[in-house]
């Protein structure tokens, strides 16, 4: 509907002063021809309304508070690059395992896959094994090196002396 092909004339008659007093006298004859119970039983449904209307804006006022913050928390957050653990290729867990063993004969040196067991038979190679951990630990370059399983005594139910070791590369993402 364009501007041209509205009349002008309806909005007129509407605002005419006639039609100020017709709605006068339709408030006031309003008791009489609807009941006072009407009136009150629509007077508590638009407070209910208002008050409801009330409610909404002053809600809506410190929700859009709240975002404000939420929106300025965020701006000042920094961007923090994600550090995940990735599991090492097995291939080289093997070989570096195979050259360990060679330096610690005395011990017992596995890999499978990329966990790397250590063990020995006695107590009284505690010195060598705690090497070998560190050897281990300290292995390749951004080897990242976590202890899955540890016992150290006689109530070990294999071996005295067992350690399994997670060899894990550290993958750095960019920020999101």
């Known amino acids: 509907m364009s501007k041209r092909n509205l009349d002008w004339r309806i909005f007129k008659r509407y605002l005419s002063a006639q039609a100020t007093q017709d709605l006068n006298r339709f408030l006031e004859a309003m008791p009489q021809n609807a009941g006072n119970t009407i009136l009150v039983v629509a007077a508590v449904i638009w407070s209910v309304a208002g008050g409801l209307g009330l409610y ?28 995940t653990n990735v599991a ?14 060679k330096s610690y004969p005395d011990l017992d040196m596995n890999a499978n896959g990329s ?47 067992s350690i399994k070791l997670k060899v894990n590369r550290v993958s750095i993402e960019a920020a999101s």
């Open 56 to 83: 909404t804006v002053i809600q809506s006022r410190s929700l859009a508070e709240l975002r404000g913050q939420l929106f300025e928390m965020e701006a000042v957050k920094p961007t923090v690059p994600k550090v």
């Open 88 to 101: 090492e290729d097995a291939k080289q867990v093997d070989a570096f395992t195979e050259l360990a063993a």
């Open 115 to 161: 966990s790397v067991t250590i063990t020995a038979n006695d107590t009284r190679f505690f010195p060598e094994f705690r090497e070998a951990i560190g050897h281990v630990q300290n292995g390749g370059r951004g080897w990242r090196v976590n202890i899955e399983e540890l016992c150290v005594g006689r109530e070990c139910p294999q071996k005295p002396l």
